[in-house]
């Protein structure tokens, strides 16, 4: 599906050896292995407290490793030492709860980090926002407070400001989760479009029709780590772990 | 800058202190019963439906809280004189810590009662209580619970505020450290000791009420 | 100088008045500025800076003022600067106002959801990029109606000050006591022009609260 060319000899984006990360006495994270190539699409799925959002917020550092390594494009992040800038510039990321700036602008949440941290002038920002904006379909509501806006568009909002720094690899916490039923469509559309556009995607997701259609590649996490992985067509006809049969008909029950 | 630090000649005040620290334990003790009691009192008072209570008490907390301490300290002790009340130093810096934290507490303790869920007044009143029993037994409890925390910090502050009672006279900490740095001349190492032993007296006055708090409200209070 | 009318002592007090509230706005406006630089140490992902401030703060609401006073006013010249009751009180002042002012302020900002402070960590802003831009706007609005209240304490607490010598209204009040065996009327007035004084401050604090619980 991604127009990217996939062969092996095609150093990952993104790049994850071995990572462990607990809380206290915890271990969430047991020593994670995933490669995700540039214009791959990556769903992550697996039961509540399995790790997958300890996973995400890891690679842009928003949670401390343990141990491991992570690459992103080249970036090499050990736990020691992280330049959370450089690598930030690259991984964006989505949240659950949009978590827009509430005092400020649609137009100015996408401008903000273009202008502290690229430093790009007042007119370049201003058109890096603008079409941002268009993109997710919200280019007129550039004025718009965030309480002004529904929930969906809040949260393409949010998509907007990510994809307006020019990240290499998009992450999305259950971006619609806390969304109304009739607002999911319209996010996962703008995520489609993403996708079909060669961005790289990983997506922590229950939206199982959505992982299947869209997503090169899922990927399931069981206690702390990657159980199975593949893609979705097979890891949902022909599952080879019994955990994961169980997480299908559990879901699929629904 | 050839200033040598000399903390060892206050070695021989050390009953001085004793004393001060004690005079301000005594005073921050009896009156925050005293104005804790107040307070309670006050509260009842302002939340009460007789109407001009409530804005004599109202009065009160406004006048207090927007007055120095150390001006009502002196209104009473030199001014009530005038009206032939006459108050030894302790009893004067013991009243005006009582009004002032009267008012406070008052005001404290009112935005906890105002927090009651009006069901549990209801519930209190469908089993036939009167009003003060249901103050007494539905609402005081749980208020008191949620509002420790500033409690406790008001109560502090009074303590810390004593420290004007020198100004009376009062024989309390400062008062103390005010004694000795004229016997000794080494002023800065007087109140630098003194203000430790402040510090130390506001963090076990917190820790105390913070024990007490536990003891008292641990039972079935949820704490938001 | 034996006959005061009450005009004499009104209009004396008033014009001692003029010092309270002159070092009520430095104190406040100075102390609002070290505050500021308090929180944010206070609040900085520097370990040592964090425990700094707190150690400050936690010293200055736990002792009384009038040690504070004291201290700064011995300790200033053992340092080798020239002191007086001025500008004694003016930097114990400063200090005090700073804790307190932090320490209100740090609530506000830990009022800001943590979603924010993720959302702009992920756009790869700094910690003073992310203050500066988007959790102070957030905190600063939430916390005037409790910073205009704790002016209130600022104003009240330069009465402390006539301890150490400096002439504002309540010394003022002493001295004029002692000129005119009236303590009862003067220390009244000295207590009314408090009032005056704070009471609007009061007021303009919980309008402001009401007015922003509204808006929420
Ligand atoms: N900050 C934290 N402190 C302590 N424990 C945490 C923290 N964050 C997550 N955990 C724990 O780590 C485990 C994994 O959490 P994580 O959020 O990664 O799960 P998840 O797979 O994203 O689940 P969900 O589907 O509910 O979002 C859980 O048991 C959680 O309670
Ligand atoms: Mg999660």
Redesign the pocket.
Known sequence: MSPVNTSATVRPLVKLSAIRKS??P?E?LKGVDMAVEEGQVVAMI??????????LRSINGLERIDGGVIEVDGECVDPGQIDLRALRQKVGMVFQQFNLFPHLTAGENVMLALKVVKKQDKAATRAAAESALAKVGLGHKFDAYPSQLSGGQQQRVAIARSLAMAPKVLLCD?ITSALDPELVAEVLGVVRKLAEEGMTLIL?THEMRFAREVCDRLVF?HGGRIAEQGPPAKLFDRPSTPELAQFIGMVEAR | MAYSFDFSSLLDYTPVLVDGVATTVALTAVSTVLGVALGIGGAAARTSSVKPLAVVVGAYVELIRNTPFLVQLFFIFFGLPSLGIRLAEWQAAVLAMVINLGAYSTEIIRAGIEATPKGQIEAGASLGMTGPQIFRYVVLGPAMAKIWPALTSQIVIVMLGSSVCSQIAAEELSFAANFIQSRNFRPFEVYFLATALYLALAVGLRWIFSLMGQRMFAKGVSRA | MLNFTLWDILSNLLLAARWTVLLSLIAFVSGGVAGLLLLVARVSPVPPLRIAAKLFIEVFQGTPLLMQLFIVFFALPLIGIETSAWTSAAVALTLFTAAYLAEIWRGCVEAVPKGQWEASASLAMTFPEQMRHVILPQALRIAVPPTVGFSVQVVKGTAVTSIIGFVEVTKAGTMITNATFQPFLVYGLVGLIYFALCYPLSLSAKALERKLNVAR
């Open positions: 809380f206290g915890v969430v697996g039961r509540s407290g399995s790790g997958k959002s300890t996973l259950e922590v996490m």
